[in-house]
């Protein structure tokens, strides 16, 4: 079965105290994400990294405050986190509004997705439920993730398991 990582969003503004939309505690996740990263970089496992790219006056800034303006730093994701990635920019929580990732998601050959990230119950949500929808073997790294509501983050993961979804964590993926 061909594996495919996604790593969600792991961006400074979300990810760090001084980022325009912090998520609290995400820091305390980014050891587990750069685990997880360099663990497909040795393997040659294919790690897809979502990132927000932002225009200056982006509609999305009616919902939410400015964050991840491409560009700046706040876009940018984590050194610890980058290595060998395919950068996928997007506009929308939705990363299925890119036009290029379904054609990826072939290309790759994805049946099994290992999805972690920022933030649990708003981009990765739309991240596994669209890969579920897309037919794949979908498991969501529990520890790699940080929610804004948490109620809400358990509601969606009940929802994920519902639906076939595995929950795991980074120190069982990393022992493949």
């Not at 982006?58 to 980058?82: I, N």
Request: proline fraction near 5%; include cysteine; charged fraction near 20%.
């Amino acid at each position: 079965m061909s594996t495919v990582f996604f790593d969600i969003d792991t961006q400074i503004d979300f990810m760090l105290p001084a980022g325009a939309l912090y998520v609290p505690g995400a820091e305390k996740v980014l050891p587990a994400v750069a685990r997880l990263n360099r663990y497909a970089a040795e393997r040659k496992i294919p790690l897809v990294s979502t990132v927000d790219a932002h225009l200056e006056n982006d509609a999305e800034f009616e919902a939410w405050p400015p964050h991840c303006v491409a560009g700046t730093l706040g876009q940018r994701k984590p050194e610890t986190t980058m290595v060998g990635q395919i950068v996928l920019n997007k506009r929308s929580v939705d990363c299925f509004t890119v036009p290029e990732l379904p054609g990826l998601l072939e290309q790759l050959g994805a049946e099994r997705c290992v999805v972690y990230g920022v933030v649990t119950e708003i981009c990765v949500k739309h991240a596994i439920f669209g890969l579920l929808k897309s037919g794949r073997h979908v498991e969501l790294v529990t520890d790699a993730v940080k929610s804004l509501d948490e109620a809400a983050a358990a509601r969606m993961i009940s929802e994920f398991t519902a639906a076939g979804g595995k929950l795991t964590n980074a120190g069982a993926v990393c022992a493949w």
